[in-house]
């Protein structure tokens, strides 16, 4: 490079990084409040849940994320991301 700098190899910095399951629904024409949605996606197995105005963000362990979207779906949450 112009001033001797190079890149990583792959995966020089994945120890920076969790990877994690991801799961969207989103809150338009969804009648139900946040600690509804929060208590609803812990007790499918999430491990957190973040809230926008237009969608619910729900992150979980990579291996739970099947699991965990089933769970919601047997609940009645149509989800836009999986």
């Known amino acids: 490079t112009h001033h001797g700098g190079t890149l990583g ?5 994945s120890y920076m990084f969790d990877r994690k ?3 969207v629904i ?10 509804t949605m ?3 996606a812990l007790d499918a197995g999430a491990d957190d ?3 926008n105005d237009d969608e619910y963000e729900i992150f979980t362990d990579p291996k739970s994320l099947a699991e965990v ?14």
Request: aromatic share 6%.
């Open 38 to 40: 929060l208590m609803d």
């Open 69 to 82: 979207r089933d769970a919601l779906q047997k609940k009645g949450y149509d989800l836009d991301t999986a």
């Open 26 to 35: 989103l809150r338009d024409g969804l009648d139900t409040d946040e600690d």
């Open 21 to 23: 399951g991801y799961i």
């Open 49 to 51: 849940l973040k809230t």
């Open 9 to 13: 190899t792959s995966g020089s910095v």
